[in-house]
């Protein structure tokens, strides 16, 4: 057990690195605003992590199991391509040196008869995925608004 006066002290050092590490944080935050999305993402690594996470709850989502047409693809399709055509995916679109080279989101969905239920679904993995690794609420926003400007070639409306 720490003594009273070392106690004190730990605690004293305690706050002056916390509030170091705040501070650097705003600062760096601050520094992030002009630089392209995938810069303030932290680059590929980063969203690679994200891809896996929200492929991951995607697969095991029971709303997106449902749809027979999903399951099919997903129980025949290589999940380690899929992860590499997302992140390559999000890498090009928030401003990245990633080229998409897989099909257009209208020629992939196409057979899936992805309604609006499955997209919310799919969104709301996403959105854990980004929480998970503690990407801000402003970059979060940034990639949704990415993704929501695709959902006119995957949605089916009936």
Known sequence: MLKPHLFARTILLGSVLAASVTSGFAQATEEQKDKPLYDRLGGVYPISVVVEQFVNLSLANDVLNAN????????????????????????????????????????????????EKEWQAMVADFRRAMNDSGIPVKEQDELVAIIESTKKDIVVTK
């Open 68 to 115: 027979t047409a999903i399951k099919a693809v997903v129980d025949q399709m290589p999940v380690a391509g899929l992860k590499y055509h997302l992140t390559a995916m999000v890498c090009q679109q928030t401003g990245g040196p990633c080229k998409y080279t897989g099909r257009s989101m209208k020629e992939s969905h196409a057979h899936l008869d992805i309604g």
